[in-house]
């Protein structure tokens, strides 16, 4: 009994012995996944690699990609180049995204990298589409015949002779956009001011991006009951479509204002001095051919598609544009202009009005005539004379046009110009030889010839 006893008791300690055995074991393996979580957590690896929510990122960027790629293929075989062109762009936009395809197939690989490759989509969205053409120029040989548009604003008050049909000098034409109400404010309070002998007016079409100009229609048509100087044609208003803006202006000049004697038209980023012009007409005949500016000579068609006068070939085909002067500011008598709007009707619509106006002149056989003093190309920086600030207002003071200033700038010369303490005279030159711009600081886009020389 004893003996039974004894091995009853050995037993017993033999199971204890195993159970204290295996909870020490299952501590242990509990204190090692503990030691394994802290490990993976102060790792940065605290989303599981099995979570579903990394899936949801993947399929939608793979339904952007396809999307991105469906319009890629749609806007490409729209564009007005060469026959290789779409092809070209096609290739570089699979090559800007060679994920696209087998993101399927990698899902089972995406467990220490699953923030990596979830941002990799949202990078792919935003890569910018490719660079499309400035100008479909196939749809504007399409519609180019389509030149007539209906007049929206108009002011058959403007040329209102008054007493006499004598009594209008000048017509101020100034050509802007919807959005630039500051630039037409500055000319009407600067340059651009009306007296009994001249008036201005400003040249607009309509917006091309309405909607980033709110009820714009509503704004010019207050703006016109308020100053009566707004001339609004029913075509949009983009760079190429400045031809159809000098049509219609010349045309309204035939048919409202047909007894003025001369005309100023330029754009609202010049200051012009009225009292030069004025006295460079001085003399002249308006019932004779007259057409100063900026004469730019033997220029050639730019070819390169960067360029904001691009015109390829199948457009413009001759390898020398006619004389034409620049677009910032030109002076014209009535009688040219009349000449003009006739001979406008004749030539075929070209995109930059610019040279249409040299053609429209060569067929009339007008020679526009070059002055010094029209710089639609802008002032070069002063460091070509040290001596002679940009800003100088006694420079300015010798100019008719100049192009490329912002609406402070036209503000502050004319308020220089016009101090009445204002002393240009008995300045000491401090060369010995007169001052000649460089002509390496010129824009030569046109390659423009001569340069400006101030008077002694």
């Not at 457009?315 to 014209?332: D, I, K, N, Q, R």
């Amino acid at each position: 009994m004893a003996m039974m006893m004894m091995m009853i008791r050995r037993r017993s300690l033999g199971h204890m012995k195993g159970d204290v055995m295996c909870t020490m074991l299952l501590l242990v393996l509990f204190c090692l996944l503990f030691y394994v979580r802290q490990v993976i957590l102060s790792s940065g690896w605290d989303t599981p690699a099995w979570k579903l929510e990394i899936l949801r990122p993947t399929k939608s960027s793979r339904t952007l990609l396809g999307t991105n790629k469906a319009r890629v293929g749609q806007e490409s075989p729209r564009s007005p180049v060469s026959p290789t062109e779409p092809q070209r762009r096609h290739s570089e936009s699979k090559s800007k995204h060679p994920q696209a395809k087998p993101k399927s197939e990698s899902k089972p690989k995406r467990k220490s990298k699953s923030r990596q490759k979830t941002t990799k989509p949202t990078k792919t969205t935003r890569v910018p589409p490719p660079t499309m053409p400035p100008f479909d120029f196939e749809s504007y040989l399409r519609e180019k015949d389509k030149r007539n548009f209906k007049l929206l604003i108009d002011q058959p008050e403007k040329c209102d002779p008054g007493a006499s049909l004598t009594d209008l000098y000048m017509l101020i034409a100034v050509k802007s956009v919807a959005a630039d109400f500051d630039k037409r404010q500055v000319v009407r309070r600067t340059w651009g001011r009306e007296d009994g002998s001249i008036r201005t007016v400003f040249l607009l079409g309509v917006p091309r991006n309405r909607t980033a100009l709110p009820l714009w229609d509503q704004l010019l048509t207050y703006e016109s009951q308020i100053f009566k100087d707004i001339l609004l044609w029913d075509f949009e208003d983009t760079f190429f479509n400045l031809t159809l803006k000098e049509t219609h202006f010349l045309e309204w000049v035939n048919r409202t204002c047909s007894h003025v004697r001369f005309i100023f038209k330029g754009d609202a980023d010049v200051y012009v001095n009225i009292e030069n012009i004025l006295e460079l007409l001085q003399g002249q005949k308006s019932n004779r051919d007259l057409f100063i500016g900026d004469i730019i000579v033997n220029a050639k068609p730019i070819r390169r598609r960067t360029s904001k006068y691009f015109v390829p070939e199948f457009v413009y085909g001759a390898a020398l544009y006619p004389s034409y002067a620049g677009g910032g500011g030109f002076v014209m008598s009535g009688y040219t202009a009349r000449r003009l709007s006739s001979a406008c009707q004749q030539v075929e619509l070209f995109p930059i009005d610019d040279v249409f106006l040299g053609m429209c002149l060569q067929l009339i056989g007008i020679k526009p005539s070059r002055h010094q003093g029209f710089r639609t190309f802008g002032i070069p920086r002063p460091s070509a004379a040290p001596h002679l600030q940009t800003f100088d207002p006694c420079f300015y003071r010798e100019l008719m046009v100049v192009h490329s200033l912002s609406v402070p700038q036209i503000w502050l010369m004319w308020n220089l110009l016009h101090d009445p303490k204002l002393n240009c005279h008995n300045r000491t030159r401090p060369t010995s030889g007169p001052f000649r711009w460089r002509i390496g600081e010129r824009e030569t886009d046109y390659g423009v010839g001569r340069v400006f020389v101030p008077r002694d």
